[in-house]
């Protein structure tokens, strides 16, 4: 398996603008997760899904931010519009059965940078 | 709400000492425990996962061990290398979701 695989690696765009990020976790998994990374807060859950179901949600900072998982094969984030303070790193991860005694398996991760 | 913290925040040893790194956390009822690794600008590496009913796990020069009830793990590296120079994450499993420590920055000179 190629592991957890986001796009794009780097992003780069002006405030306003709409930005997606995407995720196509490992096959099998049924969870997947998206965190962001900054030096001041370390990472953060945003959201987490099961069989393609958002389960929580508390961790997307406002409504500017959204998430979905059409299918078990991808996910995506979206800031719209996007702010400078959204810039950060953000990662996927996905697991199988979270209540088993099982490991996340990250991307490599999306830099983003709001100019 | 689960707390995880990690000490030191940064380390810097000279070649081939042994070290530890210590991770605490506030909440017991976890599921396992995982140690990662994050070089500059890339993503986490897995190195060890404990779980719950583990006292340790060893994975070449690196031993993780986990002391539950008191809320605490450490990450011993024997011989430390400058390969070795990273960030290193503690992250706690709960019911689904995982929470991270901000990491010990470590450098070990030649």
């Known amino acids: 398996d190629a592991g957890v695989i986001q796009s794009p690696r780097h992003e780069v765009t002006e405030m306003g603008q709409e930005v997606t990020l995407r995720c196509k976790p490992i096959?099998?998994?049924?969870?997947l997760f998206w965190y962001r990374q900054t030096m001041m807060r370390g990472l953060e859950l945003l959201i987490y899904f099961n069989n393609n179901v958002p389960i929580d949600d508390s961790g997307m900072p406002e409504d500017r931010f959204s998430a979905k998982m059409p299918n078990a094969s991808f996910s995506t984030l979206k800031i719209q519009p996007s702010e400078p303070r959204d810039s950060a790193v953000y990662f996927c991860?996905?697991?199988?059965?979270?209540?088993?005694?099982?490991?996340?398996?990250f991307g490599s991760g999306t830099r983003l940078t709001v100019v | 709400k689960q707390e995880v913290t990690q000490i030191p925040a940064a380390l810097s040893v000279p070649e081939g000492e042994n070290l530890v790194l210590n991770c605490s956390f506030t909440d017991s009822a976890i599921y396992n425990l995982q140690w990662f690794r994050q070089d500059p600008g890339k993503g986490l590496t897995s190195l060890l996962l404990?779980?719950?009913?583990?006292r340790e796990q060893t994975s070449g020069r690196l031993n993780a061990s986990l002391d539950k009830s008191s809320g605490r793990s450490t990450l011993y590296i024997a011989a430390s290398q400058p390969g070795d120079s990273a960030t290193y994450l503690c992250a706690v499993k709960g019911y689904s979701t995982l929470t991270f420590g901000k990491g010990t920055m470590l450098l070990v000179s030649p």
């Open positions: 991860a996905s697991s199988l059965t979270g209540q088993a005694n099982y490991g996340y398996t």
């Open positions: 096959s099998g998994h049924d969870y």
């Open positions: 404990i779980q719950s009913s583990q």
